[in-house]
C-alpha cells in the first residue's frame, strides 16, 4: 500500500518542453505520484519566478527537451538565461537535490544538449544528484529510457526523503497463476476466475469420464476453468480471455452453468481444441461462456504456413509472451466532457486556426499567404518528386533574411478523417457542434481543456485541423485502446503493446512503420474509442516547417520553398499508401498551378482553402524563430554549403541574395569564397536548380560546384562520374575545405537529413580535422565544438 501523503512527502517537477513530449512524461510522473505516496507539484520552466524559484526548492525533478541547435526549448529560454548569470555563486543552489531526464534524438549531434548543459550547470551551482540523469533518443523510442528510469525514481525518492519502504508494484500489473506456459491475462480481476492445472485439480475439479486421470503431467496443457462470484454476492463483472494452445479445456462453475460461444460449455463438460485454435473464456454477471478461436501462436512456428506479413504480426499475440504476466500502464484517467448542441448552426470555415493560439517557435501569429506559382523541378521518372512554391506574403505581416524557415499550418487528409469517423462510428455526429468541459470527478490533477480547439467546434472540424491523427500512438493511447476492445484477443495484444514486456513489440510494429490512430482500429476493429479520448490523447495538429529558397532583396513580399512530396509504404490491411501530411496537402491544392488546369482540385474545406472565384488559393503560414542559419555578417567571410537535394533550398536563397546585393549596392571588391556541395541519384532525373547552379557559378556568385551522383555510375560519354555522396567529395577536398575553415575562418552550413547525411558529414569533418590537425579523435571532437560555439558549423536539418 501506498504511504500517506504529508508535508514531508513533497517535491517538485519542472519541464521544458517545446512539442509537448517533456511536458506529457512530467504530467504522467506527476498523475502516479499519489500511488506512490508522494505529493507533487508540476509547472512548467517557463513559470519560474512565478509559481516557483528555483533556489527555494529543497526536490526537483525536471524533464526537458532539446531543440534546434541543441537549445532548450522557448518555454526554458528565460530560465536558462537567469541560471547561467556569472554573478551567481557557487553555492547559489546548494540546499537543492534533483533529478534530471533528458530528452533528445541521436539523429541530431548535439544529442540532448539542453539536458546537459543544465546538469552541468546545476552541479556547478552547488546542487546535488539524487538519482542518475537519464538521456532519451526519440529516434529510437522515448520508452526505452523513460520507462525504466522512471521506475526507479520512485525510490530513490523515497529513499531521499527518508521514507518507510513500500513495496513497488507498476501501476497495473495484471498478473495469473502459472500455468505452465498458459499464464493469462484477467484484466487485473484475479479474484473472479480461477484456472488450474487439470491434473493437480484433485477433488475440487468434476472429473469426466475419467479422462484427467490419465493425462501425462509433462505433455498436459488442460486446464480447468472454475468460475465464481464474489465474496459479497454481487455478481461478477464482465472477465474475458484469451487460452492459446490448449489441448482441452475443463469447466465447472460455482453458481451457473455457463451458455457456450461457439460450443457447449455446460458443467464438467471437456472441450477438446483442435491445433491452431484458442479458447476464450467470458464472465458476465455469473454466467460463463466459451469460445474456441484461431491461435495465432501455433501459425508462427509453422513452416507450412506462407511468410506472416506485418500486419499479421502485428495482430497477433507474440509467442514470447504467451506466459507472460503483463504490467501494463496504469490506465489514463478520464478529463474531458463534451455536450453537443444538435439545434446550433456553426459555420466551421468561419472558426479560427487552432483557436488563434500560437504555434511553437512562432513569432507571429497564422495569415493566408497565396500561392503564386507552383513548378515540379524533378522529372516524372525521378524517384521523389520535389515542387518548388512561391507564396505572396504581402499581407502577412511577415518579413524573412535567406536562411530562415517559416510553418505552414496544414490539415490532414480528408478522406482519412472520414474514415476515422466511420472507424469510431461517428458519421451521425460529425457535424453536430459541440462544447467541451472538464468532468468534475476526473482524478486528473493536471486536467484542462486543450486551448488549441475552438470553444464551438465538430468532430469533424477537430479531426481535420486541430488533432494529429497520423502520430504514431503511444502507450498511453494503446492502454485506453485496450480498455475499448471487446475482442479478447484483440484486447490481449493491445495490453501486450502497452505493457513493459512488450517494449520491442510496441517498437517492431507500432513505432517502426509508423503506425497511426486509424491503422490500429484497421488491425483490431472490435475497439470502439469514444471521441473524448482522442481528445485527451491524440496530440496538436503540428505545423510543419520549411526552408526559405528565396532573397527579400528580389521581391520582399514574395517567398519560395522547395519540398519533396512525402510517399509512405502502405501495410496489406492494415495502412493505405499515403502522402505526406502536409506535402501531399500542397501537392493537391497547387496541381491547378502546374498543370494549368481549370477543374476541380480535391481540397479539404474549413479555413484552409477559401480560393475566391478567381481560384486563389491561401495556404495558413506563420513566421518562426529566426536561427543562426545566416549568411556572415561580413561579406568577405568565405562559406561552405552542403546540402543534396531539397537540402539545397536556404543555398539558393543564399546565392540570390549574394547576387543581388553586388548588384544593387554596387560593389567593385569580388564577392567571398563560396563552396556548394550538391547531391541527388540522377543527373537528369532530379538535378535541383541546375540551371540557376551554373548560372551561379559563371558569374562568380558561386566560386565552386561540387556535385555528386549517387544512382549515376558513368556519364553519357561512358566517363566515370565524381563521387556518389556529398561526403566523398568532402572527402576528396579534404585539405582545401580545411584550409578554408581554420586558415580563413570560413562557415559551414549543412542543411538536410538528419538521419544520415548530416551524421555522415559530422564524421567526415572529424575525419578532416583529425588529418588537418594531426590530432586523435577526442580532440578532433573538442575542435568540431570549437567550430560549433564560433557559428563556423551551422546545420539546418530535419528528420
Same mark, same amino acid.
Given at each position: 500500500?501506498?504511504?500517506?501523503?504529508?508535508?514531508?512527502?513533497?517535491?517538485?517537477?519542472?519541464?521544458?518542453? #517545446?512539442?509537448?513530449?517533456?511536458?506529457?512524461?512530467?504530467?504522467?510522473?506527476? /498523475?502516479?505520484?499519489?500511488?506512490?505516496?508522494?505529493?507533487?507539484?508540476?509547472?512548467?520552466?517557463?513559470?519560474?519566478?512565478?509559481?516557483?524559484?528555483?533556489?527555494?526548492?529543497?526536490?526537483?525533478?525536471?524533464?526537458?527537451?532539446?531543440?534546434?541547435?541543441?537549445?532548450?526549448?522557448?518555454?526554458?529560454?528565460?530560465?536558462?538565461?537567469?541560471?547561467?548569470?556569472?554573478?551567481?555563486?557557487?553555492?547559489?543552489?546548494?540546499?537543492?537535490?534533483?533529478?534530471?531526464?533528458?530528452?533528445?534524438?541521436?539523429?541530431?549531434?548535439?544529442?540532448?544538449?539542453?539536458?546537459?548543459?543544465?546538469?552541468?550547470?546545476?552541479?556547478?551551482?552547488?546542487?546535488?544528484?539524487?538519482? %542518475?540523469?537519464?538521456?532519451?533518443?526519440?529516434?529510437?523510442?522515448?520508452?526505452?529510457?523513460?520507462?525504466?528510469?522512471?521506475?526507479?525514481?520512485?525510490?530513490?525518492?523515497?529513499?531521499?526523503?527518508?521514507? +518507510?519502504?513500500?513495496?513497488?508494484? &507498476?501501476?497495473?500489473?495484471?498478473?495469473?497463476?502459472?500455468? @505452465?506456459?498458459?499464464?493469462?491475462?484477467?484484466?487485473?480481476?484475479?479474484?473472479?476466475?480461477?484456472?488450474?492445472?487439470? /491434473?493437480?485439480?484433485?477433488?475440487?475439479?468434476? #472429473?469426466?469420464?475419467?479422462?484427467?486421470?490419465?493425462?501425462?503431467?509433462?505433455?498436459?496443457?488442460?486446464?480447468?476453468?472454475?468460475?465464481?462470484?464474489?465474496?459479497?454476492?454481487?455478481?461478477?463483472?464482465?472477465?474475458?480471455?484469451?487460452?492459446?494452445?490448449?489441448?482441452?479445456?475443463?469447466?465447472?462453475?460455482?453458481?451457473?452453468?455457463?451458455?457456450?460461444?461457439?460450443?457447449?460449455?455446460?458443467?464438467?463438460?471437456?472441450?477438446?481444441?483442435?491445433?491452431?485454435?484458442?479458447?476464450?473464456?467470458?464472465?458476465?454477471?455469473?454466467?460463463?461462456?466459451?469460445?474456441?478461436?484461431?491461435?495465432?501462436?501455433?501459425?508462427?512456428?509453422?513452416?507450412?504456413?506462407?511468410?506472416?506479413?506485418?500486419?499479421?504480426?502485428?495482430?497477433?499475440?507474440?509467442?514470447?509472451?504467451?506466459?507472460?504476466?503483463?504490467?501494463?500502464?496504469?490506465?489514463? &484517467?478520464?478529463?474531458?466532457?463534451?455536450?453537443?448542441?444538435?439545434?446550433?448552426?456553426?459555420?466551421?470555415?468561419?472558426?479560427?486556426?487552432?483557436?488563434?493560439?500560437?504555434?511553437?517557435?512562432?513569432?507571429?501569429?497564422?495569415?493566408?499567404?497565396?500561392?503564386?506559382?507552383?513548378?515540379?523541378?524533378?522529372?516524372?521518372?525521378?524517384?521523389?518528386?520535389?515542387?518548388?512554391? /512561391?507564396?505572396?506574403?504581402?499581407?502577412?505581416?511577415?518579413?524573412?533574411?535567406?536562411?530562415?524557415? +517559416?510553418?505552414?499550418?496544414?490539415?490532414?487528409?480528408?478522406?482519412?478523417?472520414?474514415?476515422?469517423?466511420?472507424?469510431?462510428?461517428?458519421?451521425?455526429?460529425?457535424?453536430?457542434?459541440?462544447?467541451?468541459?472538464?468532468?468534475?470527478?476526473?482524478?486528473?490533477?493536471?486536467?484542462?481543456?486543450?486551448?488549441?480547439?475552438?470553444?464551438?467546434?465538430?468532430?469533424?472540424?477537430?479531426?481535420?485541423?486541430?488533432?494529429?491523427?497520423?502520430?504514431?500512438?503511444?502507450?498511453?493511447?494503446?492502454?485506453?485502446?485496450?480498455?475499448?476492445?471487446?475482442?479478447?484477443? #484483440?484486447?490481449?495484444?493491445?495490453?501486450?503493446?502497452?505493457? @513493459?514486456?512488450?517494449?520491442?513489440?510496441?517498437?517492431? *510494429?507500432?513505432?517502426?512503420?509508423?503506425?497511426?490512430?486509424? %491503422?490500429?482500429?484497421?488491425?483490431? &476493429?472490435?475497439?470502439?474509442?469514444?471521441?473524448? $479520448?482522442?481528445?485527451?490523447?491524440?496530440?496538436?495538429?503540428?505545423?510543419?516547417?520549411?526552408?526559405?529558397?528565396?532573397?527579400?532583396?528580389?521581391?520582399?513580399?514574395?517567398?519560395?520553398?522547395?519540398?519533396?512530396?512525402?510517399?509512405?509504404?502502405?501495410?496489406?490491411?492494415?495502412?493505405?499508401?499515403?502522402?505526406?501530411?502536409?506535402?501531399?496537402?500542397?501537392? %493537391?491544392?497547387?496541381?491547378?498551378?502546374?498543370?494549368?488546369?481549370?477543374?476541380?482540385?480535391?481540397?479539404?474545406?474549413?479555413? *484552409?482553402?477559401?480560393?475566391?472565384?478567381?481560384?486563389?488559393?491561401?495556404?495558413?503560414?506563420?513566421?518562426?524563430?529566426?536561427?543562426?542559419?545566416?549568411?556572415?555578417?561580413?561579406?568577405?567571410?568565405?562559406?561552405?554549403?552542403?546540402?543534396?537535394?531539397?537540402?539545397?533550398?536556404?543555398?539558393?536563397?543564399?546565392?540570390?541574395?549574394?547576387?543581388?546585393?553586388?548588384?544593387?549596392?554596387?560593389?567593385?571588391?569580388?564577392?567571398?569564397?563560396?563552396?556548394?556541395?550538391?547531391?541527388?541519384?540522377?543527373?537528369?532525373?532530379?538535378?535541383?536548380?541546375?540551371?540557376?547552379?551554373?548560372?551561379?557559378?559563371?558569374?562568380?556568385?558561386?566560386? $565552386?560546384?561540387?556535385?555528386?551522383?549517387?544512382?549515376?555510375?558513368?556519364?553519357?560519354?561512358?566517363?566515370?562520374?565524381?563521387?556518389?555522396?556529398?561526403?566523398?567529395?568532402?572527402?576528396?577536398?579534404?585539405?582545401?575545405?580545411?584550409?578554408?575553415?581554420? /586558415? @580563413?575562418?570560413?562557415?559551414?552550413?549543412?542543411?538536410?537529413?538528419?538521419?544520415?547525411?548530416?551524421?555522415?558529414?559530422?564524421?567526415? *569533418?572529424?575525419?578532416?580535422?583529425?588529418?588537418?590537425?594531426?590530432?586523435?579523435?577526442?580532440?578532433?571532437?573538442?575542435?568540431?565544438?570549437?567550430?560549433?560555439?564560433?557559428?563556423?558549423?551551422?546545420?539546418?536539418?530535419?528528420?
Amino acid at each position: 500500500m501506498p504511504v500517506s501523503k504529508s508535508s514531508a512527502n513533497r517535491f517538485t517537477i519542472l519541464y521544458g518542453s #517545446q512539442t509537448g513530449q517533456a511536458k506529457a512524461i512530467a504530467e504522467e510522473i506527476h /498523475e502516479s505520484s499519489d500511488h506512490h505516496g508522494l505529493n507533487s507539484n508540476l509547472f512548467c520552466l517557463s513559470l519560474t519566478e512565478k509559481k516557483f524559484t528555483l533556489e527555494k526548492e529543497a526536490l526537483v525533478v525536471f524533464v526537458v527537451s532539446t531543440t534546434g541547435e541543441g537549445d532548450p526549448p522557448d518555454t526554458m529560454g528565460k530560465f536558462m538565461r537567469r541560471l547561467k548569470k556569472k554573478t551567481l555563486p557557487g553555492t547559489h543552489l546548494q540546499n537543492l537535490h534533483f533529478a534530471l531526464l533528458a530528452l533528445g534524438d541521436t539523429n541530431y549531434t548535439n544529442f540532448c544538449n539542453n539536458g546537459k548543459e543544465l546538469d552541468k550547470r546545476l552541479l556547478q551551482l552547488g546542487a546535488r544528484q539524487f538519482y %542518475d540523469t537519464g538521456y532519451a533518443d526519440d529516434a529510437v523510442g522515448l520508452e526505452l529510457v523513460v520507462e525504466p528510469w522512471i521506475d526507479g525514481l520512485w525510490p530513490a525518492l523515497r529513499k531521499h526523503l527518508g521514507l +518507510f519502504s513500500v513495496e513497488e508494484s &507498476p501501476p497495473e500489473a495484471v498478473n495469473m497463476p502459472t500455468i @505452465k506456459s498458459t499464464d493469462l491475462l484477467i484484466n487485473g480481476k484475479c479474484s473472479s476466475l480461477e484456472l488450474i492445472p487439470a /491434473e493437480i485439480a484433485g477433488g475440487n475439479t468434476i #472429473q469426466p469420464d475419467n479422462k484427467t486421470s490419465t493425462l501425462d503431467t509433462s505433455l498436459s496443457r488442460d486446464v480447468v476453468v472454475n468460475w465464481e462470484t464474489k465474496s459479497s454476492g454481487e455478481p461478477d463483472d464482465k472477465v474475458v480471455e484469451h487460452v492459446p494452445g490448449l489441448n482441452s479445456v475443463l469447466v465447472t462453475t460455482g453458481a451457473n452453468n455457463g451458455e457456450a460461444g461457439v460450443c457447449d460449455a455446460s458443467l464438467g463438460s471437456r472441450v477438446d481444441i483442435k491445433p491452431n485454435e484458442t479458447a476464450t473464456v467470458e464472465s458476465v454477471n455469473g454466467q460463463s461462456s466459451l469460445t474456441i478461436g484461431h491461435d495465432f501462436s501455433e501459425q508462427c512456428s509453422s513452416s507450412q504456413n506462407p511468410p506472416l506479413t506485418l500486419g499479421d504480426q502485428l495482430k497477433m499475440p507474440a509467442p514470447s509472451l504467451l506466459s507472460s504476466a503483463l504490467s501494463i500502464p496504469q490506465l489514463p &484517467p478520464p478529463y474531458l466532457d463534451i455536450t453537443f448542441h444538435p439545434d446550433h448552426n456553426l459555420d466551421r470555415a468561419a472558426l479560427p486556426l487552432h483557436n488563434g493560439v500560437n504555434f511553437p517557435s512562432a513569432v507571429s501569429g497564422v495569415s493566408m499567404a497565396t500561392v503564386i506559382s507552383a513548378k515540379q523541378l524533378t522529372s516524372d521518372t525521378a524517384v521523389k518528386t520535389a515542387l518548388d512554391i /512561391e507564396l505572396d506574403i504581402t499581407d502577412c505581416g511577415m518579413s524573412y533574411e535567406p536562411g530562415d524557415s +517559416f510553418g505552414v499550418v496544414c490539415p490532414n487528409f480528408d478522406p482519412e478523417v472520414e474514415e476515422l469517423i466511420a472507424k469510431l462510428r461517428l458519421s451521425e455526429k460529425a457535424d453536430t457542434p459541440f462544447t467541451i468541459q472538464l468532468r468534475t470527478s476526473t482524478s486528473k490533477k493536471s486536467a484542462s481543456v486543450p486551448n488549441y480547439i475552438p470553444e464551438n467546434s465538430t468532430i469533424r472540424h477537430a479531426l481535420l485541423t486541430c488533432l494529429e491523427i497520423r502520430a504514431i500512438p503511444s502507450k498511453a493511447l494503446i492502454r485506453v485502446l485496450s480498455e475499448h476492445t471487446t475482442d479478447p484477443q #484483440q484486447k490481449r495484444r493491445l495490453q501486450e503493446l502497452c505493457s @513493459k514486456q512488450g517494449t520491442n513489440e510496441y517498437r517492431r *510494429f507500432v513505432r517502426e512503420p509508423g503506425l497511426s490512430l486509424l %491503422d490500429l482500429l484497421n488491425a483490431f &476493429p472490435s475497439c470502439q474509442l469514444p471521441f473524448e $479520448r482522442l481528445l485527451e490523447l491524440l496530440p496538436r495538429l503540428k505545423a510543419r516547417p520549411y526552408s526559405v529558397s528565396s532573397s527579400p532583396l528580389e521581391n520582399p513580399t514574395g517567398l519560395h520553398f522547395v519540398f519533396n512530396i512525402v510517399e509512405i509504404t502502405g501495410i496489406e490491411d492494415i495502412k493505405k499508401q499515403r502522402q505526406g501530411v502536409c506535402t501531399g496537402w500542397l501537392n %493537391d491544392i497547387t496541381k491547378i498551378h502546374r498543370l494549368g488546369s481549370t477543374g476541380d482540385s480535391k481540397v479539404p474545406i474549413d479555413c *484552409f482553402t477559401k480560393m475566391s472565384l478567381e481560384r486563389k488559393i491561401k495556404v495558413p503560414v506563420f513566421q518562426r524563430n529566426s536561427l543562426n542559419f545566416k549568411l556572415p555578417g561580413d561579406p568577405e567571410t568565405p562559406i561552405i554549403m552542403i546540402g543534396p537535394g531539397t537540402g539545397i533550398a536556404p543555398f539558393i536563397g543564399f546565392l540570390k541574395h549574394r547576387e543581388l546585393k553586388q548588384k544593387n549596392l554596387g560593389l567593385n571588391t569580388p564577392l567571398s569564397e563560396a563552396w556548394l556541395f550538391f547531391g541527388c541519384r540522377h543527373k537528369e532525373r532530379d538535378y535541383l536548380y541546375r540551371q540557376e547552379l551554373e548560372t551561379s557559378l559563371s558569374s562568380g556568385v558561386l566560386s $565552386r560546384l561540387f556535385v555528386s551522383f549517387s544512382r549515376d555510375t558513368v556519364d553519357e560519354l561512358g566517363h566515370s562520374l565524381p563521387p556518389k555522396y556529398v561526403q566523398d567529395n568532402l572527402r576528396l577536398h579534404s585539405t582545401e575545405v580545411a584550409e578554408q575553415v581554420f /586558415e @580563413k575562418g570560413a562557415v559551414v552550413y549543412i542543411c538536410g537529413d538528419a538521419l544520415n547525411m548530416a551524421r555522415n558529414v559530422y564524421d567526415t *569533418f572529424l575525419e578532416i580535422v583529425r588529418e588537418y590537425k594531426s590530432v586523435d579523435i577526442t580532440e578532433a571532437r573538442k575542435e568540431m565544438v570549437k567550430l560549433r560555439e564560433n557559428k563556423q558549423y551551422l546545420e539546418d536539418i530535419w528528420t
